[in-house]
């Protein structure tokens, strides 16, 4: 048997952030120092995952919740945009590489999660290709550097969770998403002309879907989408986040979630524009 370490590089280095390692932590550091812990330590986040230049800033909101002190695994769900799914799936390499440290997948997860049958394995290709979760890699490699050889990751692609999981306050989830995507490049053109301008009219509709996920209701969310098709696109890792966490709470666990920061990355304003929306940031401690 191979005892080859397999390596997935930081492939959107140099592209949608810096492939520079001084220089990137130089920037992570930056928009951290401009947040507060206001939610420390927040057990689950939501968080974009579009070029640095649009969402960096907003994200530090995320992960300035995150205490590394407690931390030991994270748990990384992030929604495919390249291949269609049939399940959720499980990376097969050892390592995720950043221009900051690498990260090591946590095997023994890995496997408990592989003996479920729930999951497949994606391709290195595949893997390299999707953007989804490796945004969220710097910004672990920063917010956990004090203690970095003291935890693992395991990244989900559109993911399955186990409230088990989330019940261990040792672990921390990243869902990795964006919310409305607007214009004729993403055919999603809703407008609610009583809300003002056209970008007015976006951040309502999202708000709207944000109320819904801080009130931890995932029929509510899937209704929510439904009616108004918002083009949210990590409302899969999102839903199973939500139903987790109702699990959890039939068994009496006490949570609560609330979002931190929102911004657009370009204002609508006309049927021409289009707007990628990608920068929340969310919170979710749990209190047990």
């Keep these: 048997m191979s005892n080859r370490v397999v390596c997935r590089e930081a ?6 952030y810096t492939a520079s390692g001084p220089q990137l932590n130089a920037q992570l550091e930056g928009w951290l120092s401009q947040v507060q812990s206001t939610e420390r330590p927040a057990r689950a986040i939501i968080a974009p995952h579009a070029g640095y230049t649009y969402c960096g800033s907003c994200a530090a909101h995320a992960y300035k919740q995150v205490d590394p002190s407690i931390t030991r695994r994270i748990f990384i769900l992030g929604p495919s945009h390249h291949v269609p799914l049939s399940r959720c799936a499980l990376s097969s390499v050892d390592i995720y590489r950043t221009p900051l440290y690498d990260l090591r997948i946590d095997q023994k997860i890995y496997g408990e999660l592989w003996k479920t049958g729930m999951f497949e394995r994606m391709s290195l290709q595949t893997d390299e290709d999707e953007h989804s979760i490796e945004m969220h890699l710097p910004y672990t490699a920063k ?4 203690h970095k050889d003291e935890f693992t990751i395991i ?20 869902v990795s998403s964006d919310f409305c995507h607007w214009g004729q ?3 999603y053109s809703y407008y609610d002309e009583s809300q003002g301008e056209i970008y ?19 029929v509510s969310f899937s209704n929510y989408l439904k009616k108004y098709h918002n083009t949210i696109c990590g409302r899969h890792p999102i839903g199973v986040l939500l139903n ?3 699990e959890l709470q039939k068994n009496g666990m006490n949570m609560s979630f609330s979002f931190l920061n929102y911004a657009q990355s370009s204002q609508c304003r006309n049927w021409q524009d289009s707007c990628e929306l990608c920068s929340w940031s969310t919170h979710g401690p749990l209190k047990l």
């Design 155 to 174: 990244p989900v692609l559109v993911g399955a969770l186990s409230d088990k999981y989330l019940a261990d306050p040792s672990n921390l989830f990243v």
């Design 11 to 16: 492939s959107h280095a140099g592209s949608w």
């Design 143 to 146: 917010a956990m550097e004090s």
């Design 244 to 246: 987790a966490i109702t």
């Design 185 to 187: 490049r993403f055919r």
């Design 200 to 218: 007015r009219s976006i951040e309502h509709l999202d708000k709207m879907g944000m109320s819904i996920i801080e009130q931890l209701d995932p």
